[in-house]
């Protein structure tokens, strides 16, 4: 798709952004394990997509994989500049974390 609208090979950073677009579309629908793989593929391609990072978490955390959450969770603090997603992070780490 990129290659006919742009007239060259996207870069790592685009088409992380195109998986998290089409990871965003399945979470949308219902269907998180796609979600999932979509939003796993885009961090793969852009390690510092913390929009990725922080939707893959909770995704996680509402299949009950809180270990993966708490990463994924911790990944944004350390990446976003975004303060809401930053407050957000923190507001699960906190509930997670005080989980015995």
């Not at 798709?1 to 219902?30: C, N, V, Y």
């Not at 996680?60 to 809401?84: C, H, T, W």
């Amino acid at each position: 798709m990129f290659d006919r609208i742009l007239g060259r090979k996207p870069s790592p950073t685009e088409q992380a952004g195109e998986f998290f677009d089409r990871g965003w579309s399945e979470h949308q629908q219902g269907n998180f394990d796609q979600a999932i793989r979509y939003y796993s593929k885009a961090i793969e391609l852009d390690p510092k997509h913390s929009d990725a990072h922080n939707n893959r978490g909770s995704l996680f955390y509402d299949k009950g994989d809180l270990d993966q959450a708490i990463i994924n969770y911790r990944m944004v603090l350390k990446l976003s500049e975004d303060p809401s997603f930053r407050q957000f992070a923190e507001e699960q780490l906190e509930l997670l974390e005080a989980t015995p």
